[in-house]
């Protein structure tokens, strides 16, 4: 469990030991303060390329409003809901939520999704069919079930979702899915292999899911293996998935 804050500070000095120009922030909270105080951390962090907030996404109302609000901010690329703490594990798919996603469309921002397999990663097939011009980026590969019966399925479900050309995937948070602390590169390489297949090596971005990942390893450890893992599977493609896609889908200048 981690309990305590993380800001800018604590992560400018990882990101020079590793050699990283630039991070995109994401919401952690479901929260108008909380995504405001994002905005203000990163006012004189320029290392910080892109913000994908909050909103509320269930009133279009309110959501436009806010919208409007939010736009006004340089960094501002996308809107994440924290769906994987919904009761509901179709609340995307819900009428009060679909005029909101209209709106994400309409403004071009992405649309993050924190989806855990098998709950959420079902739905981003029909959630693509209905917003085409909408990006969909699937955080963390959704979670796959690494070392259990259950990766197949897996593999099904994320080859569906990358069916539809408007879907990317994060290759990031692999390691608080292993069960041992001595994890290294080889553990992560089966699940990078089969997002490679899926996504090609246009529509996947490296993440840490700092601090998160913490969890299981600390950030140098996460960025290694997780770099290692990519440039096993990836070869020459590798440098599009550590930075160029996001680069480019997040709008991001790399200094």
């Known amino acids: 469990m ?3 804050s993380f800001e800018p500070r604590d992560l400018e000095p990882l990101l020079a030991e590793c050699g990283i120009a630039a991070t995109v922030l994401v919401q952690s909270a479901a929260s108008d303060v909380d995504t405001d105080y994002m905005f ?3 006012e004189d962090a320029e290392w910080v390329g892109a913000v994908t907030a909050w909103c509320p996404l269930d009133d279009v109302g309110v959501a436009r409003s806010r919208l409007d609000e939010l736009g006004k901010r340089p960094k501002l690329r996308g809107i994440r809901h924290l769906i994987h703490q919904e009761p509901d594990a179709h609340w995307l798919l819900r009428d009060e939520v679909q005029p909101a996603l209209g709106l994400l469309e309409e403004r071009g921002l992405l649309l993050e999704l ?6 959420h990663l079902g739905d981003v097939p029909e959630l693509a069919r209905r917003y085409p011009g ?5 955080d963390h590969l959704a979670k796959p079930p690494i070392g259990t019966a259950a990766i197949g399925p897996w593999q099904a479900m994320l080859e569906r979702a990358a069916g539809c050309p408007n879907v990317v995937a994060k290759v990031s948070g692999l390691n608080t899915m292993v069960q041992r602390s001595d994890w290294d590169a080889s553990d992560l390489e089966p ?3 089969a997002a490679f297949v899926a996504f090609g090596p246009g529509r996947l971005l490296f993440g840490s899911d700092w601090p998160v990942a913490l969890l299981n390893g600390s950030y140098q450890h996460v960025v290694r293996e997780t770099v ?3 440039r096993s599977v990836a070869g020459d493609d590798a440098d599009a998935i550590l930075g160029g896609n996001a680069a480019r889908l997040y709008a991001v200048e790399l200094r």
């Open 2 to 4: 981690i309990d305590r």
């Open 40 to 42: 203000e951390l990163v």
């Open 114 to 119: 924190p989806a855990v397999f098998p709950d």
């Open 134 to 138: 909408l990006t969909l980026v699937v």
């Open 191 to 193: 699940v990078v292999s």
């Open 228 to 230: 290692a893992a990519i």
